[in-house]
């Protein structure tokens, strides 16, 4: 099948509406399924690279290691399988728009793949140094930090996933402006609320109660909305 055939506009009754979206999240978990065994065929390698901050990992139950090793791959396959996730959910958006509209919106699936592993990239390299610091070095000398594999893993990803998410914000308010539900002018009288919004759910998503490390996840979130603003004002002209 055609790209063009693929993306055929045609009108749709409610139950295939519904068929056209159970196929996409069948297709969309057979990737994840595919990628999270690809995954746990490296799992030691990946592990080596996640657990590489640490020093000493231990894990206090006969079974935690295994589980938290299902989690990692499950979370990896997810990173592998995204291009293929984020292509599913851009073929079954894309019969609501006009061909215009499709022109414009045709760079989702690459957008949002490279801003959801910026995301995940800055948070590794960044955030996640910082709050593993402030937390390992809180009580001081005296005190030395027996982390699990469980809770250093829990851990890392509670901090680095959602950054992902967030890295995407600008592909959902383009997506919103295409559709005609927002303008810049409303993003604009927003943009003092969203400033407040961006560093409470900062301090909601990051675990660490430390400034620096929630003002690096607002700051990006703030800089996204502000791009996504002047992209829907001065190139969709809305």
Same mark, same amino acid.
């Given at each position: 099948?055609?790209?063009?055939?693929?993306?055929?506009?045609?009108?749709?009754?409610?139950?295939?509406?519904?068929?056209?979206?159970?196929? !996409?999240?069948?297709?969309?978990?057979a990737a994840l399924t595919m990628c999270t065994v690809i995954s746990w065929a490296f799992i030691d390698g990946i592990m080596?690279?996640?657990?590489? =901050?640490?020093?000493?990992?231990?894990?206090?139950? =006969?079974?935690?290691?295994?589980?938290?090793?299902?989690?990692?791959?499950?979370?990896?396959?997810?990173?592998?399988?995204?291009?293929?996730?984020?292509?599913?959910?851009?073929?079954?958006?894309?019969?609501?728009?006009?061909?215009?509209?499709?022109?414009?919106?045709?760079?989702?699936?690459?957008?949002?793949?490279?801003?959801?592993?910026?995301?995940?990239?800055?948070?590794?390299?960044?955030?996640?140094?910082?709050?593993?610091?402030?937390? @390992? @070095?809180?009580?001081?000398?005296?005190?030395?930090?027996?982390?699990?594999?469980e809770s250093y893993l829990d851990f890392f990803l509670m901090l680095v996933l959602p950054f992902g998410f967030i890295f995407?914000? =600008?592909?959902?308010?383009?997506?919103?402006?295409?559709?005609?539900?927002?303008?810049?002018?409303?993003?604009? !009288?927003?943009?003092?609320?969203?400033?407040?919004?961006?560093?409470?759910?900062?301090?909601?998503?990051?675990?660490?109660?430390?400034?620096?490390?929630?003002?690096?996840?607002?700051?990006?979130?703030?800089?996204?909305?502000?791009?996504?603003?002047?992209?829907?004002?001065?190139?969709?002209?809305?």
């Amino acid at each position: 099948m055609s790209v063009s055939d693929d993306y055929e506009m045609k009108e749709m009754t409610l139950t295939e509406h519904l068929g056209e979206l159970r196929s !996409r999240l069948l297709k969309s978990l057979a990737a994840l399924t595919m990628c999270t065994v690809i995954s746990w065929a490296f799992i030691d390698g990946i592990m080596a690279f996640l657990t590489a =901050p640490a020093e000493n990992l231990y894990y206090m139950r =006969p079974a935690e290691a295994f589980f938290i090793y299902l989690k990692v791959a499950l979370a990896a396959g997810m990173l592998l399988a995204s291009p293929i996730l984020f292509y599913q959910l851009w073929a079954f958006l894309v019969p609501a728009f006009s061909n215009q509209e499709r022109k414009i919106l045709l760079p989702f699936v690459v957008f949002s793949v490279l801003l959801f592993w910026s995301g995940i990239l800055f948070s590794y390299y960044f955030v996640f140094p910082q709050g593993l610091s402030f937390f @390992t @070095t809180f009580a001081g000398a005296r005190v030395v930090p027996l982390l699990s594999i469980e809770s250093y893993l829990d851990f890392f990803l509670m901090l680095v996933l959602p950054f992902g998410f967030i890295f995407d914000l =600008p592909m959902a308010l383009i997506t919103l402006a295409v559709m005609g539900v927002i303008r810049s002018r409303q993003l604009l !009288r927003g943009r003092r609320y969203m400033i407040l919004a961006a560093f409470i759910l900062a301090g909601i998503i990051t675990p660490t109660p430390d400034v620096v490390t929630q003002t690096l996840l607002a700051v990006p979130m703030i800089i996204l909305y502000e791009g996504s603003r002047l992209f829907i004002r001065y190139i969709l002209k809305k």
